[in-house]
């Protein structure tokens, strides 16, 4: 297994994050036409599909030790699952907002983690990238304007009131999920190739689906789902379950947790261009404030230090 140049890498998760920012921009007709678990249960189900070849053991591998299978289990339940309810329940309980002020400390999350688990020297520029990166993803989320619409139709349900304190411990727990599937893909890349670990994180997310997908599954009529539904439902699965989840891994086999974290910026980013380019949405200012804070983020996560470029000199 080569580990990738650090250019490289860095391409890696940007086009990762880019996607999956795409992809849920692009996928909101899903969830009104299919039930959310519905929708993950097919979606595992086409990823895996498309990875089988991906699931053979390569010859210079190691036998999966009881540790490794622990984490793939874990890497699936908290990164795919765990992470997915959280985070759907957490907004319907408190308002798109709040929800995306928290999940704004992903960065922030994972650098502590990386720190904790990893024991990763996060370098004071990292930390400064980590900030810029919280900053922009919060932006983001305070400069739609129909999250005003939406927090206000939520604070006035009695119900939403009196468990917004659960939503907010909810989109917690999403955040610590996120941090968690970065922090331990980290760990991964050390003994499996990111080949491997996708496939075999999908089949574990397809099997935990499975019960509640199935069940899903015989009451709901799918003569009536159109075929522009299906298209953009195997070019999610295939997204969310092959191509992201490749793209991160083989970036991090080469990147310290904390440094590809905060890449996460570039969700929100790649999200709302697709709103401008596809859909027809236009740009506040305060989103291209967000913008120049995001890119401030990246660029500071990526850029050589100084003694990395006197090392180049010398070489």
Known sequence: MTTPSRPFAYLCLALSMALVGSYVALSKPLAAVLPVFLLAWMRFGIGGIAMLHWLRKPAGEPPLTPQTRRLLFL??????????????????????????????AIPAAV??????????????RTWIAVVCAVIGIALFSLSKPEHAAHAGSASGGENSQNLAWLGQLLLVGAVLCEAAYTVIGKKLTGSLGPKRITSLINLWGFALTTPVGLYMALRFDFAAVGWGTWVLLVFYALAACMWTVWLWMTGLKAVPAAQGGVFSVLLPVSAALVGVLVLGESLTGLQLLAFGIALASVLLATLPSRAALRMGRRG
């Open 111 to 124: 650098a502590v983690m990386g720190w904790a688990f990893l024991r990763e020297r996060v370098a004071p």
């Open 75 to 104: 890497e699936s339940f908290l990164g795919n699952v765990l992470f997915s309810i959280c985070m759907l329940y957490g907004v319907s309980l408190t308002d798109a907002i709040s929800a995306g002020v928290t999940l704004a």
